[in-house]
């Protein structure tokens, strides 16, 4: 009873730090001091991850959502003027009111969670799952999910990740790249980016069996891709911008060229064959992790990178006769 | 035995950590909390892999243990150096 | 039957969506307001997490980590998005 105990108060601990950070993060004047609240919030929710049994999700949260998520508000810091870093929260009587009308809206969706999951025996989709394990490919029962029992929900996400590209590539060139690196940046350089290509090799093959995937493996590469940026690389590690473009697609190209081969065999969109699903997911994962990466660098970058060869239809937004 | 041993090491390590967080609230300007940040938040880790190397007791999960705290050591290194060098060169303490 | 920490980090997990809501209708800057509604997302996703775990010994529900890995990746790239777009709205307010 002591261990139960001693967990108890751990996550107490974590419950209280997990509101006094997001508190912070929401509520600093100083969006400096927000941005990097936000970012230790980030790694302890990875923690908390860790600690409600989802390890994928912790490698995932600590990659994307503390990482990438940081990297990406202290660039877009960098773009704001110098004298708006410091965000009043709207004061006055209709600031309160909405202060008093949020906590009223989440004590009462505080008490309906609370009437919801108190339920007597309720049923589980874990054993259906573990049940269907065996013949799933993997033996992983997140990758299971993802890539086989909820597939065409996956083949959306990576349809809605392009999207998101496309709208950042439309709204304009990137943000200024940085200059060269100094030689102790450019050795840390050298010897991060292949340790990351690695690392994100090892995760695409262990999601199968262990804690991993094409997501995690994806963030891995973006986070070479960032590293190179910040080193002065223009292109962010990306290859040339035609190459990019059918990067971006393969997720959602390998999804629909392995659905519409199953259906040409006679069976459903996206239903594997019996002894091929562990193939056809690798397969899948591949491509999905190197389209995740271009994307998540893009949205990095911010914009164009510099080379992306205008198509003549493009609109004329400065009005000047230029290409943009 | 080596649970009492680790779990000496792993309360030195929080040990670091904690000194190493007074220093970052406590001390006056920049430079010297970068030297606390690194300094103390570094052994504090090697003190935790080391209790959590003897924890586990697999070979492997001990030397996958050193390469992270390899990693993190050389990762704040650089991160101390290059914020250091830009305090300098932009003036603020 | 419902287990402590299923209830606390569902708590925990409501208790951020309302600091988010509240961050996202009262901050005055967009990227303010973006960081707030990460943290409503990451309520969200706390609460989704709580509801899936089972207890120290059994496998947690693998559906709703499946979501949140999802829900993870499109979280960062629609806050890529909102970036880009304020960063043009703000250039053409310039021109």
Known sequence: MMATTLWMMLDVLLALLCLALGWAAVSSHDLRRSVVFFIAFGLLLAIVWARLGAPDLALAEAAIGAGLSGALLLAALRDEPGGTLDDDVSRGPLATAVSLLVVVLGTVFAWVVWQTIDVADPVRMADRISGELSGSGVSNPVTAVLLNFRAYDTLLELAVLLAAVLGILALGPARTPYQPAGPLFDGLMRWLVPLLMLTAGYLLWAGAHAPGGAFQAGAMLAAAGVILRLGGDTNSGLPRPGMVRRVLVSGIAAFLLVGLSTMITGRDFLEYPDGWAGTLILLIETAAMLAIAATLVLAYVGGRPDGWREGPGDLDIAGDGGPR | ?93 | MMLFEELLYAIVGVGLFSLGLRGALLRRSLLGRVLAINICGAGVFLLLIAIAYRGPGLAPDALPHALVLTGIVVAVSATALALALGRRLRETDDE
Not at chain 2, 78 to 86: D, E, T
């Open chain 2, 1 to 93: 035995m080596t649970e009492a041993f680790a779990l000496a090491l792993l309360v030195s390590g929080i040990g670091f950590f904690v000194a190493g967080s007074v220093g970052i609230l406590r001390l006056p300007d920049l430079h010297s909390r970068l030297h606390a940040l690194t300094k103390a938040d570094n052994l504090g880790l090697g003190l935790l892999c080391a209790g959590l190397a003897l924890l586990e007791g697999s070979l492997l999960i001990a030397a996958k243990l050193f390469f992270i705290w390899l990693l993190v050591l050389a990762a704040s290194a650089a991160a101390a150096h290059l914020i250091a060098q830009q305090s300098l060169r932009q003036g603020t303490k």
